[in-house]
Structures are given as C-alpha cells and as structure tokens.
C-alpha cells in the first residue's frame, strides 16, 4: 500500500486566476515544487485532482486542460518535483453550455470520486494520505474519502502548500532512500551519533521495544532499516510478512525511541548502510555466532557492530502461533 497527497491545482500549486486554460498565463505559487520534491522525497505519492467545471461551461476545451496539466507537470519536474497522477472533472451540475458535461457526477468535489478512483489506481490507503485544497469542497472531498485534510487560506488554515509540506512532514520519521541520505548528512555535518539497525518488526511486542531502546542508548539517533515485503518473503516464507512495509514503518515511527525509518528492498543492508554510514550498526544477540554480511561495509566506514541481547519468550513466531490457536 502507498500513501498519498492528493492536491487541489488552482490555487495550491498554480495561481488561480479563474478557470485558467492559457498555459501563457500559468504562474507555479512559490514554494509549491519544492513542497512537491519534499513529498516525494518522504515516499508520498502526489497526485492532483482537480475540478474543470469551464469545460462544461464552454470556456475551453477538455484538450486545453490536458495540455495545461502537460506542461504544468513539464515545470514541476523540471524544478525536480514529480506528480505522479492527475485527475481533472470536466462536469458542471446545472452550469454547463456543453452537452456531454453538463451532468451530475461522482467525480466533481466535493464528491470523493477522483480520490477514490486514484486510491484504486495507486493502491493508496487513505487513512495514512492528505488532501491539500483552498476551497471548502476540496476539504469535504478530503475528508469523505477518509483522508486527513489541511486547508489554503488567507485567514484560516496555513498559507501555503510549502507550509502544508512543512506540517506533514515536519515530525515525518518515514524516509525514502533518497530522504535517509539527506537526513544522515545533515546529522553527521552536526556530529550526531548514528545508530542503524534493520530487520523485519513485523508484529511488534515488548521484545522489539526493549531491543530498540537499547540500541538508541547506544548514540544520538536511531535510525532503523526495515526489510521490504518482498525480502520479509524469502527470509521468513510467503505468508510474511503480517503488516505490510508502510505499516510496519508507520508503527516503529511511532516509538519515541526510533527517530527515523526507511524500507529497503535488497537482500542486506549495504546499499542502505553505504548511504547510512552509522557510527554503530545494531544486530541481535543471535547473529554472534553467524557471518554478517554488511559488517566490511560498515567497518571501512569507521563503524561498528554491536550486538543486543533479545529479551526472552517473545517473537512475531510465536506470537503468531499464539493466535493460531484461538478459536
Ligand atoms: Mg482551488
Ligand atoms: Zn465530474
């Protein structure tokens, strides 16, 4: 499952000058690509979805709205802002000159129809996903669709969608490949001591818990790497893992002593420790006996492996079988 940020176009990322179709006259709002990069950075998917009642109205034709949407994207990417989807309702209830739009539709905010289809798309869970909008339906359309909601306004709500951007991801532990690397250079250019451990945290129980505020007592901030689904597959069988990436991610964060998370799809860490560079790489007390992979990896680099006891009687496994028995 992906998480999203569905965003309004006019008036959140181009300046609404009323039912805009002119690409000469598009003005991308300051701040909105580097809002864009942000998200995607933070491993949001953006999608756009907005409402184009002026093609219903005969002020321009569905095609104009393409091509606007076309070049928009052009510019975005352009700035290294990336959209991942745009959906547009051409309709209009009781407004419109045109025929074939003039209709009551599912798509038109604040109907959630655009949302809901691109969740489907996407394969988006809503619950974890934004709509950013400056008009009272895109947030009715936001909140329909069982997504949180920031408003776009002069006097209330937050000024624009850089400072959207900056309330979502503000306390954001869940990083991108791309975002751990940003994050870890800042933190070694402020001489914070790294701390890195990675593993599956499928189910979590107390022994995950006491593991990882053990490791974070270790330095300054924990930054724990978790196995991707696919790799949860081959280590631990198919019917693995429980709780998807996102979900397993989105629950570490939630530990005060996990500062940061990202989902890696190799087999080992390398590729993510090489990024990573931490001062102290954290294994499992049951991994003493046994070759570690990535170990050169992190001693070339001036680190070192330590290892952590598990507490006793506790594992996903036999959580699991646990379980299993209940009738
Ligand atoms: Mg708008
Ligand atoms: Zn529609």
Known sequence: MNRAIFLDRDGVIVKDKGYIHKIE???IIEGAADAVKAFNNAGFKVIVV???AGIARGYYKEDDTVEFNKAMLDKLEKAGAQIDAVYFCPHHPTEGKVEKYS??????????GMILQAAKEHEIDLRYSWMIGDRQ?????GKKAGCKTIFIGEDKGVKNLKEAAGIILHRDKIKSRYGIEETCKKLKAARKKIVFTNGCFDLLHPGHVHYLQEAKKLGDVLIVGINSDASVKKIKGKMRPINSGFERAYVLAGLQCVDYVTIFEEDTPIELLKVVNPTVHV????WESKPIP????????GGKVVFIK????YSTTSLIEKIRKLK
């Open 50 to 52: 907005s409402n184009q």
């Open 25 to 27: 006259d598009m003005e």
């Open 310 to 313: 598990f507490l006793d009687g």
């Open 137 to 141: 339906s895109d947030i009715e359309a």
């Open 283 to 286: 294994k499992g007390g049951d």
């Open 103 to 112: 209709k009551v539709c599912e798509c038109r905010k604040p109907a959630p």
């Open 294 to 301: 990535e170990r050169e990896t992190v001693e070339r680099n």
